[in-house]
């Protein structure tokens, strides 16, 4: 949160480093996101567990396009190494990048259904600085909704590239 706007959040320029990641990538429902990523999460942790790849960072998404009633996304685990192709099952896990260049970040406090309060403020924030939004962002699930139970305490980092 910002001292100058209470309640907004402070949103920071970054530069980004290509990081490897394994992920589900599919086409989903906006109301079936929640059952996707408890199915991506886990298949994609065995695969990995699989592979003894380390995780190098909390569970994500990543948005393709603008959603609409349905959503691009691709969810996973950022990885320490590369992930090679996992076998077969119903669910497929691909290896993934988050790409490097320039973006901004926030940190999101509060329920998932007000996320967009953040991208809209990061949007601002993009347009008095004279950049475009990238096709593609992402989150950063850093607080387990199974642990904290209460929606007002959740931390989300969102990143959004610059096109």
């Known amino acids: 949160m910002t001292e100058a706007n209470p309640g907004m959040p402070d949103i920071k320029p970054a530069q980004l480093k290509e990081q490897p990641t394994a992920v589900v990538r599919e086409t989903v429902p906006m109301q079936a996101l929640r059952d996707f990523f408890g199915r991506a999460f886990g298949t994609v942790m065995?695969?990995?567990?699989?592979?003894?790849?380390?995780?190098?960072?909390?569970?994500?998404?990543?948005?393709?396009?603008?959603?609409t009633d349905v959503v691009d996304v691709e969810a996973g685990f950022p990885l320490a190494a590369p992930f090679t192709h996992a076998g077969g099952g119903a669910t497929k896990v691909v290896a993934g990048t988050?790409?490097?260049?320039?973006?901004?970040?926030?940190?999101h406090v509060g329920p998932?259904?007000?996320l967009q309060q953040t991208y809209g403020a990061i949007v601002a924030r993009?347009?008095?600085?004279?950049?475009?939004?990238?096709?593609a962002m992402w989150e950063y699930y850093l607080t387990d909704p199974g642990?904290?139970?209460d929606p007002a305490k959740w931390q989300t980092l969102v990143v959004?590239?610059?096109a």
């Open 147 to 149: 642990v904290e139970p």
């Open 46 to 67: 065995g695969a990995v567990q699989e592979q003894h790849v380390q995780l190098a960072g909390p569970p994500f998404a990543l948005y393709r396009g603008m959603p």
């Open 126 to 135: 993009m347009q008095e600085d004279g950049e475009s939004p990238g096709d």
């Open 160 to 162: 959004w590239p610059v």
């Open 112 to 114: 998932y259904e007000s």
């Open 98 to 107: 988050l790409p490097s260049g320039r973006a901004y970040e926030a940190m």
